[in-house]
């Protein structure tokens, strides 16, 4: 450690963006480029062996080590451009504790006793421990080899029709096994980097709540929650990432609204906690990409939320943010936060993906223009609006803006709908 020296240490945690780092077989915008300049002995990085662990551990493997451009391209692309960022503005010696697991569910970062103090997530832990008794491994094993054998068989046929050939089935893994499991990547990744003193937390949660969307605000909050207790450092910032748009139905079967409603568990999460930032991104046009390759993008925006919120320059941060809204007969008019010197549009055209519902409750898709620092709303399907909503859809991909660039996030104005807090949806 004698080479070591920090002014900011970050940790980094991600769950599905974390995979696709700056590497050329997985490359982020002008990767090579980027991989040849990368070339900043200030910036370390510290990246934390996958580990899962019954209990809590008190250490972990790893190492320190510079970035350049040998070292870069095993670190997270979004990490990089962000600690980037912060060491040229700051002019100060970034460290960047990287903990990352592809895929993995909130509540497997969150320690034992957090999720136990919550009696609102009781169903999640029973429905885990019923999946460890159910679990049979002789069985398991039995079952594998029988569907083996039925696969060999139908590669068989399949060959002598001339036909593809069917998918090897998979094993059935022991749930104990798994990288979901409750507190299992706080006890390994997590609890050994609390004696460092941290200057904050970006974290990036992809798709591995998806299917357990509604669950996201009880989960998320007792996640940072937790980490604040567990540091004992106070409220300090933690910048989470705003999910892209995406076509989530056709890569998990969930429905047109399971990222919505996540985004939509961030801004809840934002509003009743203290210090968290939300980098945007609803303007990034690649729905049918699981791992879009603009990471500059997204490593600018947390930055720059990082520069303005945690040390005070006076730069834009946020795009536009629901504020309130007033009925004017057969029209909305929606006003909105962090708008600067008035609302635009990144193509020139009216707002997209506006909707409106009267009293049946039910929304259909609405006109938009900009106003000034306003949007007015309207539908001719409907006669008397009470509630307006935007963006609500995984593969919305917005045109409203403030003049600094920053997107529109989603919103809904209704009560008659609201985000679920408990473990209903993570069950079904």
Request: some cysteine.
């Amino acid at each position: 450690m004698c080479d070591i020296s920090f002014s900011c240490i970050v940790l980094n945690r991600h769950s599905s963006q974390r995979r696709y780092h700056v590497w050329p077989f997985q490359r982020c915008d002008n990767a090579e480029q980027e991989i040849r300049r990368a070339d900043f002995p200030l910036i370390r990085f510290f990246t934390v062996k996958k580990t899962r662990a019954d209990k809590p551990q008190n250490d972990c493997v790893g190492h320190w080590f510079s970035c350049n451009p040998q070292t870069v391209r095993d670190v997270s692309g979004i990490g990089y451009f962000f600690s980037r960022r912060i060491h040229q503005e700051l002019d100060v010696p970034v460290g960047l504790l990287q903990s990352f697991w592809g895929g993995s569910r909130i509540e497997a970062w969150t320690s034992r006793d957090a999720l136990d103090a919550r009696p609102e997530v009781k169903p999640i832990l029973d429905w885990w421990q019923e999946e460890f008794r159910r679990f049979d491994p002789q069985k398991a094993k039995l079952w594998h080899e029988k569907q083996l054998a039925a696969w060999k068989t139908s590669v068989l046929k399949a060959k002598s029709t001339g036909s593809s050939s069917p998918k090897r089935p998979a094993a059935k893994n022991d749930p104990r096994d798994s990288q979901h499991r409750p507190a299992c990547l706080y006890n390994g990744m997590v609890a050994p980097l609390i004696p460092f003193s941290i200057r904050g937390v970006i974290c990036y949660q992809g798709l591995g709540n998806l299917l357990r969307a509604d669950s996201s605000v009880l989960l998320l909050e007792t996640m940072l929650r937790d980490w604040r207790t567990r540091w004992a450092q106070g409220d300090f910032p933690i910048g989470m990432v705003q999910p892209a748009p995406f076509n989530c139905d056709k890569w998990a079967k969930s429905g047109s609204d399971a990222y919505s409603v996540q985004r939509e568990a961030q801004l809840i999460v934002q509003k009743k906690m203290t210090n968290i930032g939300l980098a945007p991104t609803m303007d990034v046009d690649a729905v049918d990409v699981l791992h879009f390759t603009n990471k500059q993008l997204v490593g600018r925006r947390l930055s720059g939320w990082a520069l303005a919120a945690v040390y005070g320059f006076d730069i834009p941060y946020a795009g536009p943010v629901y504020k309130s809204m007033t009925v004017r007969g057969e029209s909305i008019r929606v006003r909105f936060q962090h708008t600067g010197t008035g609302l635009t549009t990144n193509d020139g055209r009216p707002p997209r993906h506006f909707e409106i519902a009267g009293a049946d409750r039910k929304y259909y898709p609405a006109e938009a223009r900009i106003d000034g620092h306003t949007v007015i709303v309207r539908s001719e399907r409907v006669a008397k609006p009470i509630a307006v909503r935007f963006a609500f859809s995984d593969t919305a991909v917005v045109n409203l803006m403030n003049p600094d660039g920053l997107p529109a996030s989603l919103f809904g104005s209704d009560a008659f709908a609201p985000i679920q807090t408990s473990a209903e949806r993570y069950l079904d």
